[in-house]
Each structure stands twice: as structure tokens, then as C-alpha cells.
């Protein structure tokens, strides 16, 4: 039996569907068209169901869940996804000038944290912010700088701490979410500074938070050096981080 519902319901509904697609597919519909297929997977081990998606809409946007749906769908999948603010979000396969851009912020981290209590870290990589029982948010920033790893690795080999630094870097999928929702997620949960690199206007914004608030906010542009609030120490050459392709 198949079910069709909007996608408006979908998304306002997503932790009933996710539940109700073990018993039945669910074709989602947009303007009257079918755009996608929730479908429930019986798992061989333990007995339990997980749901995975397919041929998802556009926004990568699936819908609200908890944190203990978000578990199950997440469980054994192959896919990267975030919870920010009780909605879950598909993340899409990076373009090449925010892959370039994260291998040489990637290269000049591990350089100037080696041999320090620092250690930087970069997707995919979960980190879990729990601003309150009820308001819990699973993300997966492109780069970060965890300073407090020994105190805050669980035996299972996860991390359940809050790093000092993120970094985001802008793509078109993920501009709103960066911008505003990550924006406010890591000001109010523990995150002391937090880069915006943006590969479109070549130019990185560094916010610094006290107190889930912000405090101090610098825009760099290439070819400009950006540095640092917490590591002072930390220069990021801005001209290498936006370098050119050009055809040989």
C-alpha cells in the first residue's frame, strides 16, 4: 500500500512519517508531483526498523524530528545529516571551491595545533549541542578546533564536548543555515569563535561569543591575512584560501 501526502505535511509531520513508513511506502508530493519516496528497511540485527529517503526535494530541508528520531534515521546510514532547531537536514556533496578552501585551512590548522593540547578536527565529524533537555542539535561543521578532547571522549570513541572553534564554509545549499541558524546555535551553545569562510566574495567573518552573546565581529577579504580572536597565533592567508583554477 502507498501512501501520498504533501510535502508541507511531510515537513511538519516528519517524525510520524518516519514511524508510519515502516509499515507502508510514502510518496511525497509537490504541487500535485511526485518528488520523493519514504520507504521503511526491516533490519537483519536487533529487530528494529530504520526508514531512509530517496530522490529528496530541493533545500535538503526533510522536516522536524527529535533527537531520538534523528537517531533512528541516522543509525545506519551512509548519508550526512544535521538536526539544528528540531529540523533535519540533508548535507549535500561539497563543490570544488569549498573543497579547496577546507584543504588549505585543513593543512595551515594542523600545522599550527601540532604538538599543542588543540587538536582540529574536520567533517564528518558529529558534534552534539545540548542547550537544554529538550533542545538538542547534532551538527557537522567543516573544520573545528577541540581543546578539551581527553575530558570529553566517551569510551564508545565519540566526542561529547562543545569545541572552541568552528568553521563553516558557505555553499548555496547551506548559505541560510550557516548564516543564521548556525549563527545563533553556536553563540548560544558554548562555541567561542566561529569562522564564516565564503568562496562566492571571497572573504571570511570571524564572531566571537561571551556569555551566549556575541561579542566581536571581523570581516577579512582576500588578499587580506585573517587572524584569530582565541589563537592570536592563528594567520590564515586569505589569498591561498580562495586561490584561482585556471586552465593549463
Given amino acids: 500500500m502507498v501512501l501520498k501526502v504533501s510535502s508541507t ?10 514511524l508510519l513508513a515502516n509499515e507502508q511506502d510514502i510518496i511525497v508530493t509537490r504541487n500535485g508531483q511526485e518528488v520523493a519516496c519514504l520507504s521503511g528497511l526491516k533490519a537483519q540485527k536487533g529487530g528494529f526498523s530504520m526508514v531512509s529517503e530517496r530522490a529528496l526535494a530541493d533545500g535538503y530541508g526533510l522536516g522536524r524530528a527529535s533527537y531520538e528520531e534523528f537517531l533512528e534515521l541516522t543509525r545506519d546510514s551512509t548519508e550526512r545529516y544535521e538536526l539544528i532547531d528540531g529540523e533535519v537536514f540533508l548535507q549535500a556533496s561539497p563543490k570544488t571551491d569549498h573543497q579547496l578552501a577546507q584543504m588549505v585551512l585543513a593543512g595551515t590548522f594542523f600545522n599550527h595545533f601540532d604538538g599543542q593540547n588543540c587538536v582540529p578536527m574536520s567533517a564528518p565529524f558529529d558534534i552534539t549541542i545540548r542547550r537544554s533537555k529538550d533542545d538538542v542539535n547534532v551538527v557537522q561543521p567543516d573544520l573545528m578546533v577541540i581543546c578539551d578532547l581527553p575530558e570529553k571522549l566517551g569510551e564508545d570513541g565519540c566526542y561529547y564536548g562543545v569545541p572552541t572553534l ?3 564554509i558557505l555553499a548555496e545549499g547551506t548559505r541560510r543555515n550557516d548564516l543564521l541558524k548556525k549563527l545563533n546555535l553556536y553563540m548560544t551553545g558554548g562555541v567561542q569563535e566561529y569562522w564564516v569562510v565564503d568562496p562566492k566574495n571571497k572573504q571570511l567573518s570571524i564572531y566571537t561569543f561571551v556569555d551566549q552573546d556575541l561579542q566581536e565581529h571581523l570581516t577579512f577579504k582576500a588578499p587580506e591575512k585573517a587572524c584569530s580572536i582565541t589563537f592570536p ?3 590564515i592567508d586569505l589569498e591561498r584560501v580562495f586561490r584561482t583554477i585556471r586552465a593549463t
Avoid: C, T
Fill in 166 to 168: 568552528i568553521v563553516e
Fill in 9 to 18: 505535511e511531510v515537513q511538519n509531520n516528519f517524525g510520524k512519517y518516519l
Fill in 233 to 235: 597565533d592563528l594567520v
